[in-house]
């Protein structure tokens, strides 16, 4: 676990920590704009249903959505319908919104290489931090707390 909470940090190096945003359409039709969440933590976690990784940061991403620290948006990159992704999300009990991902979704976050992939924004819409790989609750909040936002 230390190594995924030194991870943090050091990723966030590359990035300029200009505003960046998003305009996303989740499964319900709901729109999210990164500007809506201005003043929180943002959180894009791109994943699939079929993907071990992703299973299993699963709870993690709940648990920080739901004590309401990060906003967690999850883009599901699967092949599979939309009822597949709503059917998976409610057998496994996931709370934050999620979007069916698309090439245009990926041209405005960013690359995704691996599954999963976390993008992490500052409260003030800097996209601050990169993941590719499985992220825990303390990895996000350790590097949350030691950084300061406007």
């Not at 996303?24 to 933590?41: C, N, P, S, T």
Request: proline share 5%; charged share 20%.
């Amino acid at each position: 676990m230390l190594r995924k909470l030194l991870i943090w940090p050091l990723l966030a190096l590359s990035f300029s920590g200009q505003a960046a945003d998003f305009l996303l359409e989740d499964m319900q039709g709901k729109a999210h704009r990164l500007a809506d969440y201005r003043g929180k933590w943002v959180l894009v976690n791109f994943w699939a249903t079929w993907c071990p990784p992703c299973l299993n940061e699963i709870p993690e991403l709940v648990s920080l959505h739901d004590a309401r620290k990060v906003m967690v948006i999850g883009i599901a990159v699967d092949s599979g319908s939309r009822k597949k992704v709503a059917k998976f999300a409610e057998a496994h009990g996931i709370s934050y919104p999620l979007v069916i991902g698309d090439d245009k979704i990926t041209a405005q976050i960013g690359e995704v290489d691996v599954l999963p992939t976390s993008y992490l924004y500052a409260p003030n819409g800097a996209q601050v931090s990169y993941q590719a790989g499985e992220v825990t609750r303390a990895s996000i909040e350790a590097y949350i707390k030691s950084k300061k936002f406007d």
